[in-house]
């Protein structure tokens, strides 16, 4: 079965950390640019990270920089997102997102959802006091 697993969501007090893995099973995860999206209560889903499937180039939302890491392991077929310095603001479920797009629109297409072909079913990270 082809599919995507999120796992490594929770309950974390500000300023904690979390690791996020997205597992994939059924089709290799190398041949493929791995995003990370977030949805919170009444907002749109957005883009978080992003890398790709050529030279594991990586993106970030500017909000994220310099507290999250995505990472790659194609041994175990998993894409970490590193998550540091949480915040309030950074709760939501976080989905992760495969896609096929041209390494020439890496940049262009990491937020964009249409642009990814398959999705997991979401983690949840809430980050309270």
């Known amino acids: 079965q082809v599919q995507l697993v999120e796992s490594g969501g929770g309950l974390v007090h500000p300023g904690g950390s979390l690791r996020l893995s997205c597992t994939a099973s059924?089709?290799?995860?190398?041949?493929?640019?791995i995003g990370w999206f977030r949805q919170a209560p009444g907002k749109e889903r957005e883009g978080v990270s992003c890398?790709?499937?050529?030279?594991?180039?990586?993106y970030y939302e500017d909000s994220v920089k310099g507290r999250f890491i995505i990472s790659r392991d194609n041994i175990k077929n998993t894409v970490y997102l590193q998550m540091n310095g949480l915040k309030p603001e950074d709760t939501a479920v976080y989905y992760c997102?495969?896609?096929?797009?041209?390494?020439?629109?890496?940049?262009?297409?990491?937020?964009?959802?249409?642009?990814?072909?398959?999705w997991g079913q979401g983690t949840q990270v809430t980050v309270s006091s």
């Open positions: 997102a495969a896609g096929s797009f041209a390494t020439s629109r890496f940049r262009a297409a990491s937020f964009l959802n249409y642009e990814y072909d398959l």
């Open positions: 059924g089709f290799n995860l190398d041949y493929f640019s």
């Open positions: 890398i790709n499937n050529s030279d594991d180039s990586t």
